[in-house]
Nanobody, 127 residues
Framework: QVRLAESGGGSVQAGGSLRLSCAAS????????MGWFRQAPGKQREAVAT????????VYAHSVKGRFTISHDSATNTLYLQMNDVKPEDTAMYYC????????????????????WGQGTQVTVSS
């Protein structure tokens, strides 16, 4: 079974940095897609970034491009999201997601494309 556990959330000032981690197990990694989604109060859930484990196939939401970096450590099957120059609009609950189907190249960015979700970790950015 796929297990996902996020950590690293918290409060940070605008312009600061934060790194989120996701410990994964089960049929994840090795050519499979993983990513980070977020949901702010009153807003729809959106894909922040995705990556195909074992390759540099990354996709970022326009709003975070150039500021956030997604990466996957194959040795530990840990997914990371390095968040730099954070803004108040980045405030949201962040979720680690994964799917078991191996991808040929790029990863999808729809909520329904990822059957497995972590419990979420809250990120709050102050002005």
């Amino acid at each position: 079974q796929v297990r996902l556990a996020e950590s690293g959330g918290g409060s940070v000032q605008a312009g600061g940095s934060l790194r989120l981690s996701c410990a994964a197990s089960g049929n994840t990694g090795s050519g499979r897609c993983m990513g980070w989604f977020r949901q702010a109060p009153g807003k729809q859930r959106e894909a922040v970034a995705t990556v195909r484990a074992g390759a540099d196939n990354t996709v970022y939401a326009h709003s975070v491009k150039g500021r956030f970096t997604i990466s996957h450590d194959s040795a530990t099957n840990t997914l990371y999201l390095q968040m730099n120059d954070v803004k108040p609009e980045d405030t949201a609950m962040y979720y680690c997601v994964a799917r078991e189907t191996r991808a040929r190249s790029g990863c999808p960015s729809g909520t329904s494309d990822y059957p497995h979700w972590g419990q979420g970790t809250q990120v709050t950015v102050s002005s």
